[in-house]
Antibody, heavy 119, light 113 residues
Framework: EVKLEESGGGLVQPGGSMKLSCVAS????????MSWVRQSPEKGLEWVAE??????????HYAESVKGKFTISRDDSKSRLYLQMNSLRAEDTGIYYCTKTARASFAYWGQGTLVTVSA | DIVMTQSPSSLTVTAGEKVTMSCKSS????????????LTWYQQKPGQPPKLLIYWASTRESGVPDRFTGSGSGTDFTLTISSVQAEDLAVYYC?????????FGGGTKLEIK
């Protein structure tokens, strides 16, 4: 059974940084593209970033809204996905989901971790 | 960016009724090389993350009841629930899986009378 478990969310001040983590199990993590998707009442569902495989030189894609602020990475030896978030603003508030690509970009989802950016 | 527009934004039906909801994309999602439409449908029940329902516009994910049917091509797509059940209470989202950035529609909220 595929399991994705996010952690690292919480309250952060505007301009601050936060690093999210996702631990995966139930599949060969190193063989799958992974992504982060966020959700907020204001913006709905929003794709954030994607990372491909070692064979793709860990190529990444980012939403324009986070390019230069967020960095997606992975540690295949630990089956972990990360999202380093810098220069956080109120509009970055939301639930951040770790997702696995299979038949579709977001075939499996974790339960999410809440990030709140507020003074 | 491809804009995904869903309608209606909400609908209320009685259990057993047939439901259709629409998703339109601002550009074609058809891959001319393999003739697949890269349109994905998700179901999000209250308090849960989204769940993959249908990919390639019409292929049901394993375990999804056959009362859910996806159809359409190019820029116009439809999700049909042949006989709505109480457990289908959810928000349904369509998503562009054709190009970057991946984009979602605003959702159709399904309520059961």
């Amino acid at each position: 059974e595929v399991k994705l478990e996010e952690s690292g969310g919480g309250l952060v001040q505007p301009g601050g940084s936060m690093k999210l983590s996702c631990v995966a199990s139930g599949f060969t993590f190193s063989s799958y593209w992974m992504s982060w998707v966020r959700q907020s009442p204001e913006k709905g569902l929003e794709w954030v970033a994607e990372i491909r495989l070692k064979s793709d030189n860990y190529a990444t894609h980012y939403a324009e809204s986070v390019k230069g602020k967020f960095t997606i990475s992975r540690d295949d030896s630990k089956s972990r996905l990360y999202l380093q978030m810098n220069s956080l603003r109120a509009e970055d508030t939301g639930i951040y989901y770790c997702t696995k690509t299979a038949r579709a970009s977001f075939a499996y989802w974790g339960q999410g971790t809440l990030v709140t950016v507020s003074a | 960016d491809i804009v995904m527009t869903q309608s209606p934004s909400s609908l209320t039906v009685t259990a057993g009724e047939k439901v259709t909801m629409s998703c339109k994309s601002s550009q074609s999602l058809l891959n001319s090389g393999n003739q697949k439409n890269y349109l994905t449908w998700y179901q999000q029940k209250p308090g849960q993350p989204p769940k993959l329902l249908i990919y390639w516009a019409s292929t049901r994910e394993s375990g999804v009841p056959d009362r859910f049917t996806g159809s359409g091509s190019g820029t116009d797509f439809t999700l049909t629930i042949s006989s709505v059940q109480a457990e289908d209470l959810a928000v349904y989202y369509c998503q562009n899986d054709y190009s970057y950035p991946r984009t979602f529609g605003g959702g159709t909220k399904l309520e059961i009378k």
